[in-house]
């Protein structure tokens, strides 16, 4: 299996209890840089893989390719993790790693484990409170949205289909024994709960 850990902002003590005991328990850490290294060495041995800063597409996917070879036997006998700062699904070097791997090695199995994101860390170092609906950019296209205490999810679904998003993800009470999380969009009910999340997403 191959893990994504996020390890936070960089503060040891921001590491989660399950990243720690992740970290711990693998058979081989990764990471992509030596901030992360740091992070990762009171709990395990990490190897740097080199994930250059570019934007030639072609250079990257060749060098995506190279570390996925270079993990997949690893991952398909034992745990390994790729621990990095931030949040594994958010702006992440794994996101391209694990495309990669699902890619040419679909018999990998990856999964990811949260960590606190540039977006959570920034408002409480900046004392900067967000009690409203707000907007996060990298200057890309904007393909992805996330509506929370969805209590309407098809009502929701057919809003945003009619913006152009055709990929849907339901979720409810995350991460406790009540958990829901529905990918089929024709089973998605009509009604959620406070503790529920529509995710849309275009192609």
Same mark, same amino acid.
């Given at each position: 299996?191959? @893990?994504?850990?996020?390890?936070?902002?960089?503060?040891?003590?921001?590491?989660?209890?399950?990243?720690?005991? @992740?970290?711990?328990?693998?058979?081989? *850490?990764? !990471?992509?840089?030596?901030?992360?290294?740091?992070?990762?060495?009171?709990?395990?041995?990490?190897? @740097?893989?080199?994930?250059?800063?570019?934007?030639?597409?072609? !250079?990257?996917?060749?060098?995506?390719?190279?570390?996925?070879?270079?993990?997949?036997?690893?991952?398909?006998?034992?745990?390994? *993790?790729? +621990?990095? #700062? +931030?949040?594994?699904? =958010?702006?992440?070097?794994?996101?391209?790693?694990?495309?990669?791997?699902?890619?040419?090695?679909?018999? *990998?199995?990856?999964?990811?484990?949260?960590?606190?994101?540039? #977006?959570?860390?920034?408002?409480?170092?900046?004392?900067?409170? !967000?009690?409203?609906?707000? &907007?996060?950019?990298? +200057?890309?296209?904007?393909?992805?949205?996330?509506?929370?205490?969805?209590?309407?999810?098809?009502?929701?679904? &057919?809003?945003?289909?009619?913006?152009?998003?055709?990929?849907?993800? =339901?979720?409810?009470?995350?991460?406790?024994?009540?958990?829901? #999380?529905?990918?089929?969009?024709?089973?998605?009910?009509?009604? +959620?709960?406070?503790?529920?999340? *529509?995710?849309?997403?275009?192609?």
């Amino acid at each position: 299996m191959l @893990i994504g850990v996020g390890l936070g902002p960089g503060d040891p003590e921001l590491l989660t209890l399950k990243a720690v005991n @992740i970290l711990k328990n693998s058979d081989k *850490v990764y !990471v992509p840089g030596n901030m992360a290294a740091k992070l990762v060495e009171p709990y395990a041995t990490p190897e @740097i893989l080199d994930f250059p800063m570019l934007r030639d597409y072609d !250079v990257l996917n060749e060098v995506w390719k190279k570390n996925a070879d270079l993990i997949a036997d690893e991952a398909r006998n034992g745990t390994v *993790v790729f +621990g990095l #700062i +931030g949040d594994p699904n =958010f702006f992440s070097t794994f996101t391209h790693l694990k495309r990669v791997m699902n890619k040419h090695y679909p018999d *990998v199995e990856t999964s990811t484990v949260p960590g606190i994101s540039s #977006i959570t860390s920034f408002a409480a170092r900046a004392d900067a409170e !967000v009690d409203t609906s707000f &907007e996060v950019s990298d +200057g890309s296209e904007t393909k992805h949205k996330i509506r929370l205490k969805a209590n309407r999810p098809r009502q929701l679904i &057919e809003e945003f289909s009619k913006e152009g998003y055709t990929d849907f993800i =339901f979720a409810e009470r995350l991460f406790s024994d009540k958990e829901v #999380i529905i990918k089929n969009r024709d089973d998605i009910p009509e009604k +959620g709960n406070y503790f529920s999340i *529509v995710y849309a997403k275009k192609d």
